[in-house]
């Protein structure tokens, strides 16, 4: 009887390696498990605790906390949370960035800030954009060096400030915890509206997240007169929704030989629909997405396959290629369950409608073919005919000759299936 040959150990090994190079589903962060280490912080990790805002982090990742040490919190804690009643619950949220960032992300902030989504801005109760912090790059005084300070963006945002003291802890892509020198409170921010905690939130009014938040004006305004903003608030009572909308400068940076705006109004409802995933992923589970093709709102009304966007890990953040864009998230702009809305680099054209064969995605001309139409490779004016080389046999003789480089590139394959071969059979023996 024959001997059954054992499984190749290369076989075994590559599945291992396959597996390991998956991406695992992000996980939510205990908070309290986290800080329990750092003894220093022990009375705002008790805040925390005590408060709702651990158990909301629980089903979330890719956060930023901004914790403060004991030493810098009001001499009682618990009377302060007495004092503040409900509105230390908002105060902590304030804490929570709904963003990744590294020491490394703080030393290239822009000259002009970065504005970063909060926990809080998720409550509905925060004024037009309040719910957010402006990290900003400060010079020190006598130095060179420069610190980094934690404020409202409101145009009067008080004396509530705090500079990051330093970076206390990470796990990588999932929570980083900066120490800041005392609690944060946000500007506007009405005590007696915030006071019930179980008051159930109103939908979500995706054009008006996108006018508070300033920088989207011309993809509110689209959304709003197209009545796809219509569309997503119905879509938030299913899977929920995900949009990726692009600054006013995206806008502002398309060629002009795009014609976006020029489009009848059902194409460019078309070209709003590719912004949007049909179901809810918040920031940690796009960095995380085990399958990369996704379907878009536009998808839905055509056939399966078509209008989708790939959405892959890059450099810490979350790239977006659409088979003619490559755009990048720039910021979370609102993030509560079933609704998700992040700031994209560059408006997203799909391949579709915008396809062009150029390594630039930013530039070339754009065409517009019918969506159901097969290109044309027949030979017409400006198109050359593919040339098709087949094994000579099927010709008859030696007519048609691949060119030396196949050739080579053929005797190479051979040699690397041959090594691979031995290798599978080297146990055997």
């Given at each position: ?152 963006p409101s145009p009067s945002p008080g004396p509530s400030n705090a500079t990051v003291l330093g970076a206390v802890t990470s796990e990588p892509y999932n ?150 864009v490559q755009a990048t998230i720039t910021r979370t702009v609102f993030d509560q369950n079933p609704v998700a809305v992040f700031a994209v680099s560059k408006v997203l054209l799909p391949k579709e409608m915008f396809g062009r064969p150029t ?71």
């Open positions: 009887m024959g001997r059954a040959s054992p499984p190749a150990p290369g076989l075994a090994l590559g599945v291992l390696v396959l597996l390991a190079a998956l991406p695992s589903p992000a996980a939510g962060v205990n908070v309290t498990a986290v800080l329990v280490a750092f003894p220093n912080f022990s009375d705002f990790t008790r805040l925390l605790a005590s408060s709702p805002v651990a158990a909301e982090l629980a089903g979330r990742s890719s956060l930023t906390l901004l914790a403060v040490p004991n030493a810098n919190l009001p001499r009682s804690p618990s009377a302060f949370a007495a004092a503040s009643g409900a509105d230390l619950a908002d105060v902590l949220r304030y804490h929570v960035l709904l963003e990744y960032l590294s020491p490394s992300d703080l030393a290239r902030l822009p000259a002009s800030g970065k504005l970063v989504t909060t926990l809080f801005q998720t409550t509905g109760r925060a004024p037009s954009d309040f719910g957010a912090v402006n990290l900003t790059a400060v010079a020190a005084a006598g130095s060179n060096s420069t610190t980094v300070v934690v404020r409202s929570i980083s915890v900066l120490a800041v020198g005392g609690l944060i409170v946000p500007s506007g921010l009405d005590i007696a509206a915030s006071g019930s905690e179980t008051r159930p939130s109103p939908a979500v009014n995706i054009t008006r997240v996108l006018f508070d938040a300033r920088g989207f004006n011309v993809a509110a305004s689209m959304l709003e007169a197209s009545g796809v903003a219509d569309d997503l608030e119905a879509d938030e009572r299913g899977a929920g929704v995900t949009v990726f909308v692009p600054t006013d400068d995206a806008f502002a940076d398309l060629p002009a030989t795009d014609r976006l705006q020029s489009l009848p109004a059902d194409r460019k409802a078309v070209v709003l629909r590719f912004h949007v995933l049909h179901s809810y992923y918040p920031l940690g589970s796009l960095q995380s997405i085990v399958n990369p093709v996704q379907p878009t709102l536009a998808t839905e009304s055509a056939e399966a396959g078509r209008f989708t966007l790939n959405i892959t890990r890059f450099n810490g953040s979350v790239a977006i290629d659409t088979g003619v390594t630039d995605t930013a530039a070339g001309a754009a065409a517009a073919p019918p969506a159901t139409k097969a290109p044309d490779v027949s030979g017409g004016v400006g198109t050359r005919p593919a040339k098709l080389f087949s094994p000579p046999a099927l010709h008859g003789g030696t007519d048609i000759k691949p060119s030396s480089a196949s050739a080579r590139a053929s005797a190479n394959w051979r040699c690397i299936g041959l090594l691979y071969l031995s290798l599978l059979l080297l146990p055997l023996v």
